[in-house]
């Protein structure tokens, strides 16, 4: 029976349940007697949804408190076995697959590398699906424990209804790739395990806004700066996050060529790729044979020199170049849409680090509108090089909350219509 706002009683109940729960997961351990101000719950509500959250294993005793002058409290946490979730991050270099129990604690990963068949559909399709493999079976766990397993990869994401989340990736190639439904092909999981899959500068804007830098920011932008650059932008209009195509925002016009095919982008720019491809055509001795990460590395240490040995001018140069790039990137960012907030993460800024962050929020101050720049902070994100794969494992751990814990049911289909099976009948053949 549904009230005046359209709301039925399942429903309520649902929304009591994933009050407690996130409030348990975030805040926890808490008693009952807490949960009540920290929900807006009353008391006989709080101990009903415990209740149910205990008996279906999702919440735990985790000791006990002094009250004032009474019983002592017992304090409730999320049991951490009660659910799994597996997080994937498609990148430049390799796909890193890794299992999670509820809390987010890692159990198993795979490191799966890309070498020099980037991006290719089918390679990518095999390793995600044998990361998963190996993680469950490093984890001793049945697929149809899993939750969902969430996917980071480049490029916009559309959601379809007939095809599941498509790819449309034109800097590595990807025109409309049904990743979701080549995935559910021959694979391993049930139908009952949904794959969650998105933009991987939105998932690692989901870990920094949950667990990272970000907690606490209304408004923040989080961006990932690899061989490509992007950006995620969480307001509380978009509370998940929306990915942002910054990398593709024109900053030099008839400029260098981007791996997107336009002329110009910041990405051209900013980017490792470019940076690398910028020290080898003036004459820096980029090493060969190696990946990125390996290269940015000894191009860091040709400009920064750990001894007394002179820095490589031209590294140095493209360096204080690129920083310049993104501060001015930055500083449109600031001026559309006014963050209290800015994390820079991703594997290149984790490299680059603190020696590059001042360089880069200096330009992007001084690029910015002065009101604005005036209320922004620019750190480094803080949860390292497993961001995307947790923002991913996040997916499904955020599904899992909105349906007040409640997996999938994989009940029996109802059958049709007497309107869909009439319409059928009466259809030419």
């Not at 490191?111 to 290719?120: A, C, I, N, S, V």
């Not at 949950?210 to 490509?228: D, E, I, P, T």
């Not at 650059?229 to 400029?255: D, M, Q, S, Y």
Request: charged share 25%; glycine share 12%.
């Amino acid at each position: 029976m549904a009230g005046r706002n359209g709301r039925t009683v399942r429903d309520l109940r649902r929304a009591n349940r994933t009050a407690v729960l996130q409030r348990l997961y975030f805040d926890g351990p808490l008693s009952r007697f807490e949960l009540g101000p920290a929900t807006g719950l009353s008391s006989g509500s709080v101990s009903n949804v415990v209740a149910d959250l205990v008996a279906d294993g999702l919440v735990e005793e985790a000791g006990s408190v002094d009250s004032d002058g009474g019983r002592p409290r017992t304090l409730l946490r999320v049991a951490p076995l009660s659910g799994h979730m597996i997080g994937v991050d498609v990148g430049e270099t390799r796909v890193r697959v890794e299992l999670f129990d509820l809390t987010l604690t890692e159990l198993a990963r795979a490191e799966l590398p890309l070498e020099q068949q980037r991006y290719e559909v089918e390679v990518i399709v095999d390793h995600i699906r044998s990361g998963i493999a190996e993680v469950l079976a490093g984890a001793g766990l049945a697929p149809e424990r899993l939750l969902g397993v969430g996917i980071g990869v480049p490029g916009i994401v559309e959601h379809t209804p007939d095809r599941g989340a498509v790819v449309h990736g034109q800097t590595i190639g990807w025109d409309a790739i049904p990743l979701e439904a080549l995935l559910r092909a021959e694979s391993l999981l049930p139908e009952t395990v949904p794959y969650f899959i998105d933009n991987g500068a939105k998932t690692l804007g989901q870990a920094e806004m949950w667990f990272g830098a970000g907690r606490g920011a209304r408004n923040a932008l989080v961006v990932l700066f690899g061989s490509g650059v992007g950006a995620c932008l969480v307001t509380p209009e978009v509370e998940h996050g929306r990915a942002v195509e910054w990398g593709h925002l024109t900053v030099r016009v008839r400029g260098r060529r981007c791996r997107c095919g336009a002329l110009g982008c910041l990405e051209a720019y900013a980017g490792a790729e470019s940076l690398l491809a910028r020290w080898r055509e003036e004459g820096g001795a980029v090493p060969g044979d190696t990946d990125e990460e390996t290269a940015l590395t000894a191009m860091l240490a040709a400009a920064y020199p750990a001894d007394e040995a002179a820095p490589d001018p031209v590294a140095l140069a493209v360096l204080e170049e690129t920083a310049e790039y993104l501060g001015a990137g930055l500083s449109d960012l600031i001026n559309l849409f006014q963050p209290e907030r800015i994390l820079m993460g991703g594997w290149a800024g984790l490299q680059l680090g603190s020696r590059f962050l001042p360089a880069v929020r200096k330009h992007a101050l001084s690029y910015a509108l002065r009101h604005p720049a005036e209320k922004v902070t620019i750190e480094l994100g803080r949860l390292g090089p497993d961001a995307v794969t947790v923002g991913a494992a996040i997916l499904p751990l955020a599904d899992f909350f909105t349906r007040g814990g409640r997996r999938p049911d994989p009940g029996p289909q109802s059958p049709p219509p007497a309107w869909h099976t009439a319409l059928r009948d009466r259809a030419p053949r």
